[in-house]
């Protein structure tokens, strides 16, 4: 197909045309759907009016700060390579419109009756390269935010809460980015009339998704889901309490990468998925459902392999890492890595299934059972997984972890009690994990994470991205301190 110049310039022309037709409109209550949108004084009043007009690509809309809509919205136009569209909010600095918040967000509310249907969000994306942000959403009957098969969209900023299904859910999609979002109180569904999990963050069927950054705090479905084939999940620096299913799960989705994560459990029962715990903090699986032999259609040779799992801190769940799969007659979880993890009082600090571990690599791990009733192992057939250099704190479990490089008396962290009385998410962080002057995991690693890093799979950084001594230290945090300050990590609201 040849293109003449004329036609070439046709097409230039339309493009600028299309960027120069993006513009902000502007939504409020005490609005008049009837004016041009286009600042606070002409704003528009109703979510009816945005899902009911045309937009142009790249356009904003914008929901005043702290003002309250009920119903639902649909982002149906797309960005352009140069410029998001987007739905998110503003506030007034004298009589200038200013994108963003001050005091409180505004407010999505489906009032517990809407969506209609359970499996139907609040706020719907439909078209590429959109961006949700700084909104509160609340109260579906359904999900809260939900992208749907499309690329490079972002939900950045938002508050969400008590959901009857998922909190935001990212389906068949590339190249998605949820990060600074807090997530409480999803999943509800599942509790009250037994449907399936609901996670906090869902991410069914996608490709390249990035979670990192948000807190996920009491809530009864999975704390970050990816499932159901998503390949290439990166989950990072996210905090997680209280989350009753599991904390970060990845269950039939390759190539998954979770690092440097905090999850805790909570004393408070009403979250417990067993009798004196939350779920697992981080569990790999391959559930039946997603495969023929259980009703699916995902072939079965799309399982978690090549599970990256490092730099995590957990404390005070059921298992802080648990590799499961027993429920899956050909489950096998090749080349899956395991380094740098602090495992703290969970009921099991590792738990292991019977399954194939071809390939895979359990090295500078700590675990500290501390009180009575937690226990370091939980399943002795490693399957072929290598243990190396690991802090046992109840002696040598033997079988396939015995290693010349392990260490089994003399470690000390920050906070040696009070896991198991956790009540807030603000109760501990990972300072708390910090190895004591003098401990015994301190240089006592082995190098092979280090050597392996590159930018992809940084091993060679702790939790705070702080680069390890060599030899490494065992843990989620290295003992050596960092030239200037240590980064905080995420706070629930704040992120500082």
Not at 366 to 388: C, N, P
Not at 466 to 485: I, Y
Request: charged share 15%; net charge neutral.
């Amino acid at each position: 197909m040849r293109l003449h110049l004329a036609h070439l310039l046709t097409i230039a022309g339309f493009l600028c045309a299309t960027s120069a037709e993006a513009a902000t409109y502007y939504v409020r209550s005490g609005g008049d759907d009837s004016a041009d949108g286009k600042s606070h004084a002409t704003a528009w009043a109703s979510l009816n009016k945005i899902n009911s007009y045309s937009f142009a690509p790249g356009d904003r809309v914008l929901l005043h700060e702290g003002d309250r809509w009920v119903g639902t919205v649909k982002v149906d136009w797309g960005g352009t390579a140069s410029e998001r569209s987007v739905l998110g909010a503003y506030y007034l600095d004298g009589s200038t419109e200013v994108q963003g918040y001050r005091t409180s967000r505004p407010i999505i509310d489906g009032e517990d009756r809407l969506p209609t249907g359970r499996y139907d969000p609040l706020v719907a994306v439909t078209a590429a390269r959109v961006r949700i942000e700084n909104l509160r959403v609340e109260n579906s009957e359904g999900r809260a935010i939900g992208v749907v098969s499309v690329n490079e969209a972002q939900v950045f900023g938002c508050s969400v809460s008590n959901m009857y299904g998922s909190g935001i859910h990212i389906l068949k999609s590339q190249g998605s980015l949820v990060e600074n979002n807090f997530v409480t109180l999803a999943g509800l569904g599942n509790k009250t009339d037994g449907v399936p999990w609901g996670a906090a963050i869902d991410i069914p069927g996608s490709t390249s998704t990035v979670v990192r950054n948000n807190t996920v705090s009491e809530t009864w479905g999975e704390g970050i889901n990816a499932h159901s084939g998503s390949q290439y999940t990166l989950i990072e620096r996210n905090r997680l309490f209280a989350v009753h299913s599991a904390g970060i799960y990845s269950d039939a989705a390759p190539d998954t990468t979770i690092r440097r994560n905090i999850v805790l459990g909570t004393s408070n029962s009403a979250w417990w998925r067993g009798t004196s715990a939350v779920g697992p903090g981080i569990a790999v699986n391959n559930e039946p459902y997603h495969y023929p032999v259980g009703g699916g259609s995902q072939s079965v040779s799309v399982q978690s392999k090549r599970a990256k799992i490092y730099g995590n801190l957990v404390a005070n769940t059921a298992s802080g890492i648990a590799i499961w799969g027993n429920s899956l007659a050909e489950s096998s979880f090749d080349d899956m890595l395991i380094y740098n993890n602090t495992l703290v009082d969970n009921n099991n600090q590792i738990s292991m299934s019977n399954k194939p571990k071809p390939g895979a690599k359990f090295f500078n791990n700590i675990l500290l059972s501390l009180s009575s009733g937690t226990r370091d192992v939980d399943g002795m057939s490693l399957g072929g997984l290598v243990a190396k250099n690991n802090y046992y704190s109840q002696g040598d479990p033997g079988g396939g972890y015995v290693n010349p490089g392990n260490r089994f008396t003399g470690l000390k962290i920050a906070k040696m009690s009070g896991w198991r009385t956790l009540t807030s998410v603000d109760q501990a962080s990972w300072r708390d994990f910090v190895l004591s002057s003098g401990s015994a995991g301190i240089a006592a690693g082995d190098d092979e994470p280090r050597r392996t890093s590159d930018n992809a799979n940084n091993y060679a950084l702790d939790y705070n991205t702080a680069e390890h001594s060599s030899p490494m230290d065992m843990g989620g945090l290295t003992f050596a301190t960092p030239a200037g300050p240590r980064p905080m990590a995420p706070t629930a609201l704040t992120g500082t």
